[in-house]
């Protein structure tokens, strides 16, 4: 079965700074995709993020980036120019071959943004 | 744009009453899953369906009950609520054939077994 690793329970970030939050996951599958998703006070989860494990490219989104390291299984997510609105718990998650929507995810990372 | 509506949004049970957590989406997605969420431990799956008249277990099945009689509705049940099952729920969708994998998500419910 597929795990997903987050080891940092929070993390706390100027705002303006730049902050990565880490991600490392366990597969035998060499097809699959990895999902950083937001999840706000408000509870709603949102998509940050995707990459596809076949492109070598790291995925952005405007201030948000990946580094995916394929043969160390890390995914690590960098928020640039920090944002009060970044504050949330930021889950990472894993899915494979066969359904596409059937995501793993990680213990989550609780970030904070301050002034 | 409703996109995934879940109700109730809070519930409280006692332990051995039963209960259907509705969820219903209007994007026609094929595929629809069941997570709960507790505290240090992330999203977990319950159970999911890929299509009407199709559903599969998740990791934490055990309690649950779930059909899927049409593409829009996939309800929750318990069937005896146990103080374990106290949770926040989530339901989501997606259109699986597009191999996103992007979920769409309820709002949530809070579930307390007293």
């Known amino acids: 079965a597929q795990t997903v690793t987050q080891s940092q329970p929070e993390m706390s970030v100027q705002e303006a700074e730049t902050v990565t939050l880490s991600c490392t996951y366990d597969t035998s599958e060499s097809d699959y995709y990895l999902f950083w998703y937001k999840q706000p006070p408000s509870r709603q989860m949102i998509l940050v993020i995707r990459q596809e494990a076949y492109k070598q490219q790291n995925a952005t989104e405007n201030r948000f980036s990946v580094n995916f390291q394929k043969a160390a299984k890390s995914f690590s997510l960098k928020i640039s120019d920090s944002q009060l609105g970044d504050a949330a718990m930021y889950f990472c998650?894993?899915?494979?071959?066969?359904?596409?929507?059937?995501?793993?995810f990680g213990t989550g990372t609780r970030l904070q943004v301050t002034l | 744009n409703a996109g995934v509506t879940q109700t109730p949004k809070f519930q409280v049970l006692k332990t051995g009453q039963s209960m259907t957590l509705q969820c219903a989406q209007d994007?026609?997605?094929?595929?629809m899953s069941w997570y709960r969420q507790d505290p240090g431990m992330g999203l977990r799956l319950i159970h999911y369906s890929v299509g009407a008249g199709i559903t599969d277990q998740g990791e934490v099945p055990n309690g649950y009950n779930v059909s899927r009689s049409t593409t829009e509705d996939f309800p929750l049940r318990l069937l005896s609520a146990a103080p374990s099952q106290t949770s926040v729920y989530f339901c989501a969708s997606s259109y699986d054939r597009d191999r996103s994998g992007e979920l769409f998500f309820g709002e949530g419910s809070r579930l307390t077994v007293l």
């Open positions: 994007m026609n997605h094929e595929y």
């Open positions: 998650a894993y899915s494979g071959t066969g359904t596409a929507s059937k995501l793993t």
